[in-house]
């Protein structure tokens, strides 16, 4: 398995707020990867996001070494730690009235042996890349995605709404938020793309997959996907985590 992220706080933010970990197991030939968008200011954004991925990837990490099943139940643990994740955010919020209301998406994949799963919550987006297409795993949990779902608007249209950056679903704002869980077939040479909308504002799916025929490993992909987005001017912070078996 390989994997490489990277991440860029763009062309016109101060800060980063988005996070990333990359974690492998090798006991239980298992990789975690986890990526988070964070808001609610400068430092708040900056701390949900980076509270949420060191207690997700914290969680299951731990679940998967003290599992005694010789198949790790991967979506479970995946549920539980994000379920901890959201816990912990929404606590310091509350706790701390600096950081009321900061919130993050959170996208997520393992890849355990011959599984694997992902998980998202909010826009941040999961997609495959195979040698004959892109597709995308997870659906956002957003304002013109609604809107598309109703057919008051197009796809093409969410892309350019002045609302497309309101999320529907975060981690942090409630006490309980529900995640979305896929199982996701990866053969050998396929690519499991993680990434933050600072990427897919910049890049439609044809232009990233375009990449990926050019690029064939995570670390070049991410590479070249990253230099376009900074060379469209990059609005937003731009996070990039790539997987294969």
Do not use: W
């Amino acid at each position: 398995m390989n994997s490489f992220g990277i991440t860029d706080r763009g062309k016109v933010r101060r800060d980063n707020q988005d996070s990333f970990l990359i974690e492998r197991i090798d006991e239980r030939d298992c990789l975690i990867a986890v990526l988070c968008d964070g808001m609610g200011g400068e430092k708040a954004g900056n701390i949900a996001s980076d509270l949420a991925a060191k207690t997700y990837v914290g969680e299951v990490t731990q679940e998967m070494k003290l599992s005694r099943q010789k198949k790790p139940d991967a979506r479970a643990m995946m549920a539980t730690a994000c379920h901890l994740a959201n816990h912990m955010v929404y606590a310091y919020s509350c706790f701390d009235t600096n950081y009321t209301g900061m919130g993050t998406t959170l996208v997520s994949a393992v890849i355990c042996g011959d599984d694997t799963f992902v998980l998202n919550v909010g826009d941040s987006r999961a997609y495959k890349l195979t040698r004959r297409r892109i597709t995308q795993i997870t659906k956002d949990h957003s304002l013109v995605q609604d809107m598309v779902d109703r057919g008051e608007i197009t796809a093409e249209e969410a892309r350019y709404h002045p609302r497309r950056n309101v999320i529907t679903r975060a981690l942090g704002v409630d006490e309980n938020v529900p995640s979305d869980i896929f199982k996701v077939r990866l053969a050998k040479g396929d690519l499991l793309l993680l990434c933050s909308d600072g990427l897919t504002n910049m890049l439609e799916d044809r232009e990233i997959f375009a990449l990926s025929r050019e690029n064939t490993d995570p670390l070049s992909l991410g590479r070249a996907l990253m230099a376009q987005a900074l060379d469209r001017g990059a609005s937003d912070n731009v996070t990039i985590v790539i997987l294969s078996k």
